[in-house]
């Protein structure tokens, strides 16, 4: 076999060398079609089958000035219909680990998309001044109260097996109050619920310090910032693939 044809018994290592992924499988998920609308419950449905933490991606904040900031998916892997949502303004006290009060997020210009990720974690009874709770509220765009079930079941539980960890659900006039008081013991857990309506305004009151709650983009399947494009595979690949034989002609 002359040098001009021998390189062709070592195109299948090129073609395996541009088919791997760059940065390993990926072990997140994705919820479709979106669980059923969550309702009042004493205890929030365990979800069967229990995804793995969603693939998503948190908004760009700005620093607060005067419990006042801004937050943005432009610019990060989030799907396009949450990065068209723009910059929406926050005012308040916050919703993460070590915050307590109420929080207002503002979407009116462009609307929160329906299937947003609300990840809650510590909702229990483990605080010394009580159990851990959430209230929340959404409005429309033209700022009339959502009465309909807006958030989904839990669709992705992390750091239990056991249904009995999940906090409360309660529903009633639009307003959605997840309660960790009948939950034993102090276990640490994360869940994620999605919504299920358009929001224009939402509004999250938060008792303690401990527990915690964001809110989390899609990312779509092929995302352009986690994974590098094609042709920079290719040419990689191309590379290694010249210099295996290069060396292997030497």
Known sequence: MSKYTNWIKYLP??????AQ??????????PNPLPPALGSNTIIPFPVPNLSVPCSEAPIYTSPVNSS??????GTGA?????NVGTFNVTG???GSGF???TTF??????????????????????ATGQEQFILQAFDSSGNLITTNWLSEAFSVRGTSSPTDLPSS??????YTIDGMNVPGNPLVGFTLASLEEIGTLVIQKNQSNNGFGLRAPTPTENPTDVPETTSLLGLAFIGLMGFIYRRKC
């Open 13 to 18: 290592l090129g073609i395996t060398l541009i």
């Open 100 to 102: 307590v009060g109420t």
């Open 170 to 175: 309660g529903f009633s006039s639009g307003i």
């Open 21 to 30: 992924p760059a940065f390993g499988s990926s072990t997140c998920s994705f």
């Open 69 to 74: 900031w801004t937050g943005t998916w432009v």
């Open 79 to 83: 799907d396009l219909p949450w990065r």
């Open 106 to 127: 503002d979407f009116v210009t462009n609307p929160l998309p329906v299937g947003t990720y609300f990840n809650f974690g510590d909702v229990d009874n483990g605080s």
């Open 93 to 95: 006290s916050g919703t």
